[in-house]
Each structure stands twice: as structure tokens, then as C-alpha cells.
């Protein structure tokens, strides 16, 4: 069996940043936000100045036909145009990597300036100034940029203090440690997507277990379109009292069935704010279309069980664009909706039976035109 899962020992600190900048690293559209706060920068950096261990970061080294996954980041000074070739995406790590980016290079990332955070060679640590009239910092952007880190060894030399040859020392040593900092890379080269995001949804990010719907849902997040919202919106208290809350399964299947004729991962992730806010209301309505037919197949009460049923009978109603059953096809819906559900059809190769039925209901609505 070839194998997928490698553990990468021989990058360093400054290979990392290299990299990052290159353009050889990417961070997948599917990623949350990577802003932390400048308190817990300083205590990163300081785990690294005192060479303790800051944890493995996992990667995805993918074929460039994977490039739409891209997010583009909102800081400037890395490469983000190399899309041709093969690249690694984050999976775990991001605000790591970006963190110690944005404090080595004095980048600003949203509203946060990183360039104020200094080290101290004299104390030695870094830390936030409280005033400009502190004596001794020095933006920590500067141990790593070679010019800027010669010229302030430079300036220290040519100190007077006690305890001057001391703090140049530090300054070099913070700089050596910085630069030989091993980082420890775990790689999957598994290039199956479905593998890639269960291997995502099983890390652990800030305690919080992510699933496939957290991740469609940051994909497709815009400020016109936020389907959470509009997820609780549809399952409105009297709805609810009549047939359950939907899951939010049921949803992201029902649009990207809707979108592509699949339901498998990668489609989901294909899903953007512009195409699922162009076949929303048409989904919703085909939604609302399903349970009518339901209730007059006299399924009623929680439908839960349902669940796994639904995005296909939906596709039945968005494909054909209307709210009613061509009288032809109402037997063949019901004696698939029957069979599906005492087979159990959806229970093992769920994504492939989907793809299957939403054919045959296309089959079906082609030969009634």
C-alpha cells in the first residue's frame, strides 16, 4: 500500500516563512479566520525563544487541479499567484503560521498592527510596549530580516551600558534560534478529497470538532448570503411543530445537488456565496414542495427518519420547476421513496446513490417533455 501520511523533519522556522511568502504554501477556502490577538503572538514567540515545542502543523501537499480551494490571503508580502503546480495546503496550523508571519515580517492583518510587538535583549522576551518610551525593544520583525538585524548588532555594539556585550549577545542568540527553529510538518499526499476532509473534519481546531457543514458553511459565507441564517429561517417554530428541524445535512446536500448533479465532498466544497444564493429560493421552494408531497404520501411528525430522502425528492421538484408531480411520475416517486427507505439505500456509498437517482429523476423529467 502506497503510503500517504509522511512526517516531515528537516524545516526550519525560516524555511517555514520562506515558503509561506513563495506562494509554495496555500490556505484552503474551507479555513476559518486567522486573526489572533497579539497577547498570544508574544506568548508563541516566546515558546519559541525558549525552545519549547509548539506542535506539529499538518499539510496537504495537492495536485494543481485542486487550485479553486484557494483562499487568497488579506496580507501583503506573499506570492499569491503560483497556482500551476502542485501546493500545500494548511489543514492545521493556520493561525500558527500565520501569526509568526505576520510579527516576523511587521505585517498588519485586519485591523491588528503586528509590527508593534517587540523583543527585549536586555530582559529577554518579547512583549507588547506599553509606551514608545520604553527603553530596550525592538520590533521583533527585525531578528529575521538580515539587513535590519546586522544594522540594529550594529547599533547594540556601539552601546555603553554594563551589561552592553550581554545584550548583543541575546540579540544574536534570538536571532540563531529564530532562524534553526525545527518545525515539525506532518504531510498527507492523499489526493481522494472525500480522505482530505474527513482528515480535516477529525482536527481538532480550538476544542471545537469541525464537520462538513462548518466548512460549507465558511466556503459559502458572504455578507448576501449566510447560510446558517437562512437554514434557521426555513425552520421556522410552526414548521418545526410540524415535521422536525431539518437538518443541515438536508441543505447542503439539496444545493449541491442542485448545483452539479453530485453530493460528494468535493462538490460541496465547490459551493460558493454567488451560486448558492442563485438557487436558493428555487431550493427552498423545492423544499417546501417535499414536504407537501410527504404529507400527502400522509408521512407526518418528525421527519428525521426522512432525512437522508429528501435532497433527492427536492431535486425532483428544483429540476422540474414547478411545486406539483406530473401525474405519471407519482407512482414511480413513491415506489422509489419506498424501496430507498426499507433498503436503506443512502446508509453505505450514500454519494454515489444520490448521483444515481438524481439521473433517473432527470431521465424521468426528460421523457415527460
Not at 444520490?354 to 415527460?368: F, M, S, Y
Request: net charge positive.
Amino acid at each position: 500500500m502506497e503510503q500517504k501520511l509522511n512526517i516531515i523533519s528537516d524545516w526550519t522556522l525560516q524555511k517555514l516563512i520562506n515558503e509561506l511568502q513563495s506562494g509554495n504554501i496555500k490556505i484552503p477556502r474551507f479555513q476559518r479566520d486567522y486573526i489572533w490577538e497579539k497577547s498570544k503572538v508574544v506568548k508563541l514567540l516566546n515558546s519559541i525563544y525558549n525552545q519549547y515545542p509548539i506542535g506539529s502543523l499538518f499539510f496537504w501537499k495537492a495536485p494543481a487541479k485542486y487550485a479553486f480551494f484557494i483562499r487568497p490571503f488579506d496580507i501583503d508580502g506573499i506570492d499569491d499567484t503560483k497556482t500551476e503546480s502542485d501546493f500545500q495546503f494548511i489543514l492545521d496550523g493556520q493561525q500558527r503560521i500565520m501569526s509568526l508571519f505576520a510579527a516576523l515580517k511587521g505585517k498588519t492583518m485586519g485591523d491588528v498592527d503586528y509590527a508593534t510587538i517587540c523583543f527585549n535583549p536586555e530582559r529577554c522576551e518579547f512583549l507588547i510596549p506599553r509606551s514608545q518610551r520604553e527603553k530596550g525593544n525592538i520590533p521583533a520583525w527585525r531578528i529575521m530580516d538580515n539587513t535590519a538585524f546586522a544594522e540594529t548588532k550594529t547599533e547594540l555594539e556601539k552601546g555603553k551600558g554594563r551589561n552592553q556585550k550581554k545584550t548583543v549577545e541575546n540579540w544574536q542568540q534570538c536571532h540563531d534560534i529564530f532562524a534553526n527553529y525545527p518545525m515539525s510538518i506532518v504531510l498527507t499526499t492523499n489526493t481522494d478529497i472525500d480522505d482530505v476532509v474527513e482528515i480535516f473534519e477529525r482536527i481538532n481546531q480550538g476544542g471545537k470538532h469541525l464537520t462538513v457543514f462548518d466548512l460549507v458553511h465558511a466556503t459559502t459565507w458572504s455578507e448576501k448570503f449566510d447560510l446558517k441564517q437562512n437554514i434557521e429561517d426555513f425552520n421556522t417554530p410552526a414548521r418545526i411543530k410540524q415535521v422536525g428541524r431539518l437538518s443541515e445535512k438536508v441543505f447542503t446536500l439539496s444545493l449541491t445537488l442542485n448545483a452539479f448533479d453530485d453530493a460528494r465532498s468535493l462538490y460541496q466544497l465547490k459551493l460558493t456565496p454567488d451560486i448558492c444564493q442563485k438557487i436558493w429560493s428555487r431550493t427552498r421552494s423545492a423544499l417546501i414542495s417535499t414536504l407537501d408531497f410527504l404529507k400527502k404520501m400522509r408521512i407526518s411528525g418528525d421527519l428525521a427518519f426522512y432525512h437522508n430522502l429528501i435532497p433527492t425528492l427536492q431535486y425532483y421538484f428544483f429540476t422540474a420547476g414547478g411545486n406539483t408531480i406530473y401525474p405519471e411520475h407519482q407512482k414511480a416517486l413513491e415506489k422509489w421513496f419506498w424501496d430507498a427507505k426499507f433498503s436503506k439505500r443512502y446508509s453505505v456509498s450514500g454519494a454515489t446513490h444520490l448521483k444515481e437517482d438524481v439521473q433517473w429523476i432527470r431521465t424521468l423529467l426528460n421523457n415527460a417533455e
